[in-house]
Structure formats: C-alpha cells, structure tokens
C-alpha cells in the first residue's frame, strides 16, 4: 500500500495522444471514503499494483474525508487521453473492493483545468457560466449534489469574476499551484461513464468560454456539444445530459 501524505505528490506526467497539440489537460481528485481499515489497505494495494510507477494515478490522504478515506488523483491529461486512459481497471477495483457503492463515491470529484487555456476574458465567462442562478437546477443535477461550503456559488459583480476569494467556491481560481482552475461542484463516482461525461462536460465549457463568444447558456452547452465538429467527442456527456432530462432541446 502507498498512500502519500497531503500535498506529497509524485512527478507531473502530462499525457496526450500521439500528434495532439493540446494545452488544455485535465486532472481529477476523486474522494473515496467509508472503509474499513482493511477494505481500504486492500483497495490501495490493488490499485499501486497495476500503477506502481504512478504513471496514470497516485494516492493521497485527506484528513477530511471519513472512515479511513483517502484521494485517488489523476495525472493530468487531454480529454482524448482520458477518454482511452484506462479508468474501468480502477472502477472494477474499487467496486470489487467496496460492495456498497454509494457510501463508497459520496465524497467530490474535482475536475482541475489548465490555466494557461485560459484568457482573463475566458475565466470571467466560465466563472459566470457556473455561478449563474439561472444554471444552477441543470449543474445541480447533472453535478448529483447541491452547493455545499465546500463548493459555494456566488453572486459575483463583473471586478470579481474570474477570481477567488477562497478555495471552497464552485470555482476555485486560487489552486495551491496557481497552474489550474479548479471546478469543485461535482459528487465522487464509481463509474467510469460519469466520469467521463464530467470531463467532456468541463472541456465543453472550457472551449465553449474560451473559443466562442456565444452567450454562456445551458441551451448553448448542450447546442456546442451536440454540434462538436469531432464526432463522438462529448458522447457520454450528451447521453448523460438526456439520461437527467437536462440536454436543452433534445426530443
């Protein structure tokens, strides 16, 4: 077993697929808690073994996550390495290991995105996008929990958006690296189709602010991922977006 200490992390390995010009990776920290002392042992041995070199993913204590809970943290990557990273190795682990799901995946997930993606003008209209009340049913749902002070959203005026106050917002612009924006709304998973549909949600979004000066709607989400030009790119976000009943215009 090889858990680190907080804030004890490994050498950065940025993945991509071969012939990607990328600069936006993602990372994700998903929180795994509610164990055993044994349970947890035996997870986190089954998991260093397939990934000794923490080439994929390491593990870290939180203190703040329950019953001998710890974090499962990703290196950073493109959506498209994401997409064939082999993330249903490590879900079958932890549903092999942990026979009551929901307890296990009720912690966060939290999606850190490449600063230097980002404009100041892209940060201020993601930090809109996900602070807007008007957005708040659809991310609610889609996220699978309500705000919480661990994740608030805030009214901001137009000086502070694209800022933090602290890390406990939606949005965390003030990452212990300052080299990621930190999206904090979304519930812990064990399956890798909604961790998937979560990233393609955060890669929409991003490309959506960033590339685009279309308003920052949910109609107009839903409409840039189902209208991506890359076919498949945002499959399992579009299938989840109509599972919630949340795709703006579907049938």
Request: with cysteine; net charge positive; proline share 3%.
């Amino acid at each position: 077993m090889i858990i680190r200490s907080y804030h004890h992390n490994p050498m950065t390995r940025l993945h991509k697929l071969d012939g990607e010009a990328s600069n936006l990776h993602f990372g994700f920290e998903l929180e795994l808690g509610n164990f055993t002392e044994e349970k947890r042992d035996s997870l986190s041995e089954a998991l260093y073994a397939d990934d000794p070199r923490e080439e994929h993913y390491y593990q870290m204590r939180d203190g703040s996550i329950p019953d001998y809970g710890f974090e499962l943290i990703s290196q950073p990557r493109t959506l498209r390495s994401h997409q064939n990273a082999p993330w249903n190795l490590v879900f079958n682990h932890i549903c092999q290991h942990c026979p009551v799901k929901h307890k296990v995946s009720g912690g966060g997930l939290h999606v850190h995105m490449s600063s230097r993606f980002f404009t100041d003008h892209g940060k201020r209209r993601l930090d809109k996008f996900i602070n807007a009340k008007e957005n708040r049913d659809f991310l609610e749902t889609f996220a699978r929990r309500k705000e919480a002070h661990w994740s608030k959203y805030l009214d901001k005026n137009e000086q502070e958006l694209g800022t933090s106050r602290t890390k406990y917002e939606a949005v965390n612009f003030n990452t212990s690296t300052g080299k990621t924006i930190e999206l904090r709304i979304f519930r812990g998973t064990v399956r890798e189709e909604y961790l998937l549909a979560t990233l393609e949600f955060c890669h929409a979004v991003a490309k959506l602010s960033e590339t685009t000066e279309l308003p920052m709607t949910w109609e107009n989400l839903c409409k840039y991922a189902k209208d991506y030009p890359v076919r498949g790119k945002y499959a399992n976000l579009v299938k989840y977006l109509k599972a919630k009943k949340i795709f703006a215009g579907a049938q």
